[in-house]
């Protein structure tokens, strides 16, 4: 470096400036893409190392710290909360077969360790009130369901077709004690699940008979009336009397 020294906290000449208001920034950026467009050997292209050169780098390395407790905190911190679209996950090669936890799984060690800090997060009332609140059940029912799905559009349009006064709220709208219903009237208090029947075993674990049963007995502790809805009612024109009957 020409016997210069690096002196922490120095700003570098080029801070905050862009190939738009520095010309020597665009001339270098060009001079780069010309580089890399014209020169098939540019930088590494094409260029990958041998089997047993990676195991050597990677034995050379193996057990180092390259970062120290207070990096990896900064680091932590910095990323706590973030999130990636499925968009984005995908471009970067994140999901299915090319993610790097594909295929595996945790050990009963890091299983239990996992399980020793939920259960001393749970312990924390402010943490537990945070988790149970209405508002967080709602963000995860958005989250986990994509709504509408095919069922449910299919009732929403037989609905709106019909004048029947039920709205749409299964995504995640409107809670009822730790469940959300696919459609209300919130007048009456009368919600209204639908769903392909042959899913019940699949999704619920349940009959068809189970699943009806459980939901309305669920809902009538809150003082709401409900009514189960399967698929193939619209098809055999069993909608329109049980929803006429219960409202």
Same mark, same amino acid.
């Given at each position: 470096m020409n016997g210069l020294k690096y002196i922490k906290g120095n700003i570098s000449w080029n801070t905050g400036l862009t190939k738009e208001t520095d010309e020597r920034l665009r001339k270098t950026g060009e001079n780069i893409k010309k580089n890399a467009k014209n020169n098939p050997n540019f930088g590494n292209r094409g260029k990958h190392f041998s089997e047993n050169h990676r195991k050597k780098i990677g034995m050379k390395h193996l057990g180092k710290c390259f970062l120290s407790k207070f990096s990896k905190e900064k680091i932590s911190n910095a990323n706590k909360g973030r999130k990636f679209s499925d968009e984005i996950n995908k471009k970067k090669g994140r999901s299915g077969i090319k993610n790097p936890f594909y295929g595996r799984q945790h050990s009963k060690k890091t299983k239990k360790i996992l399980r020793e800090k939920i259960k001393k997060k749970w312990e924390d009332k #402010?943490? !537990?009130? &945070?988790? =149970?609140?209405?508002?967080? !059940?709602?963000? !995860?029912? &958005?989250? =986990?369901? &994509?709504?509408?799905?095919?069922? #449910?559009? &299919?009732?929403?349009?037989?609905?709106e077709s019909h004048n029947i006064p039920l709205k749409y709220v299964g995504n995640g709208m409107h809670i009822i004690g730790f469940m959300n219903p696919d459609f209300v009237n919130l007048e009456k208090k009368i919600c209204v699940e639908v769903r392909p029947k042959k899913m019940c075993l699949i999704w619920n674990k349940q009959s068809p008979k189970d699943y009806k049963k459980t939901k309305i007995n669920y809902y009538s502790k809150f003082g709401w009336k409900c009514l189960v809805l399967w698929e193939g009612y619209l098809k055999n024109g069993g909608v329109l009397p049980l929803v006429a009957d219960i409202l």
């Open positions: #402010e943490y !537990r009130n &945070k988790i =149970l609140s209405e508002d967080a !059940r709602r963000k !995860r029912l &958005k989250g =986990l369901l &994509k709504n509408p799905t095919s069922t #449910e559009e &299919k009732f929403i349009n037989f609905f």
